[in-house]
């Protein structure tokens, strides 16, 4: 008697018709018509079954502020959104911060996204941020994995008190050592800074994700820097480097070594499409760049490609709903991956490649798998990617924590079919 048992399911990698049952919060058989019976059986009727999305790069902290300080971002810039960000600071509370994120993690649910990589804003003494995200962490545990990244949003350099607080960030439980070095005083400092907490992580045997080059600068080249303390520390696979906007802009000979180096190391890039369409480029007039990094490029040397959401409902971006999938459609389209191996990429960016960069045990969808997955109302990944489609059930240890209706429309034409789906009634007319 199993505990869950999902019937006639499509999976990413394409192969049809496999049951997948779940018992004691483990996957425990994926096969073709598996034998026996379950608590809860769901006929999946051929529909995809994934595992959860994750989120590689989001500010829980942020989310949901929009207009807390009154004023929307008008120039849309990175620079006027750091500026809101610090005008937001005397409105946040501890309430109000753990009611946002608890209410963001619950639209994440809906949507199937279960585990979040977060950066938490260290720059106020009061470690504020993290005290109430640490708790919020604890909280969602049972249904949501939430990393913490140390985030010094004005840089490390920024005060005297920003080391100290880094320790107390850490010494509180926050996972993973984050930084901004393009935003240092200086060029150099940036450099200063990302061997600082490097040789930090390295010391506490802790993961890095930094703010890296989010500009459209051609010659910011901190991921070079953070490159090199990579392998010199021998982090290889524990460090990632996100936005980097800047090779986008870059000398094509400069970043086609830099990507080479990036790959050898074991240094994760994080693209996040949607802000950085947003925030890019807009002190270019046209053409206007992307400000997106070389995904395609770096997925081909080897190196591990991430797309996270960066923001929702924050001074930095208007817009989002918890859906990776509106992620995937974006990066797809910036970094021309719409071809058939390119859509499944851009699926692996928002599922299984961010699981790994950010180190997420018993993912995957495999006997000995925690029985985490998501049934979706689309036939394959570009099919999800296409219509970023309902979230039919979501399950979590092999419970279902989540459950939207199948997307059904009426109509009343002359002649045509009384009802429609998105899924099967294209396919049956293509
Ligand atoms: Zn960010």
Known sequence: MFDLLVRNTTLPDGRTGIDIAASGGK?????????????????????????????????????????????????????????????????????????????????????????????????????????????????????????????PQMGYFSKPSMPGNFIRALDMGVDVVGGIPHLEPTDALGHLATTALCTLAAERGLMVDMHCDENDDPLSRQIETLTYETRRLGMGGRVAGSHLCSMHSMDNFFAARLIERMASAGVAAIANPIANMTLQGR????????????????????????FGQDSVLDPWYPMGRADMLDVAHMGAHVAHMTG???????????????????????????????????????????????????????????????????????????GRPDVIDPVRSVRAAS
């Open 27 to 151: 996957i425990v058989a994926v096969a073709p018509s598996i034998a026996g019976e379950a608590a809860r059986e769901i006929d999946a009727g051929g529909l995809l079954v994934t595992p959860p999305f994750v989120d590689a790069h989001f500010h829980l902290d942020g989310t949901l502020t929009l207009g807390l300080a009154g004023k929307p971002n008008k120039s849309g810039t990175l620079a006027e959104g750091i500026r809101l960000w610090g005008e937001t600071q005397p409105f946040l509370t501890a309430e109000g911060l753990r009611k946002r994120a608890l209410a963001y993690c619950d639209l994440a649910v809906s949507q199937g996204l279960l585990a979040i990589r977060s950066h938490v804003d260290i720059t106020d003494d009061s470690l504020l941020g993290v005290e109430v995200l640490a708790e919020v962490k604890a909280a969602v545990a049972p249904y949501l994995d939430v990393q913490l990244v140390a985030f």
């Open 283 to 306: 002190i270019d007039t046209y053409p206007k760049r992307r400000g997106m990094l070389r995904a395609p490029e770096l997925m081909a040397a080897g190196a591990a490609v991430a």
């Open 340 to 414: 058939d191996d390119g859509l499944r990429a851009c699926f692996a960016a928002v599922t299984e490649n961010a699981a790994r960069i950010i180190g997420l045990d018993g993912y995957g969808l495999a006997p000995g798998c925690n029985a985490d997955f998501v049934l979706l109302q689309a036939a394959d990944p570009a099919d999800a990617i296409r219509l970023r489609p309902v979230r039919l059930a979501v399950v979590r240890r092999g419970k279902v924590i989540a459950e939207t209706p199948m997307q059904t429309t009426r109509l009343a034409l002359p």
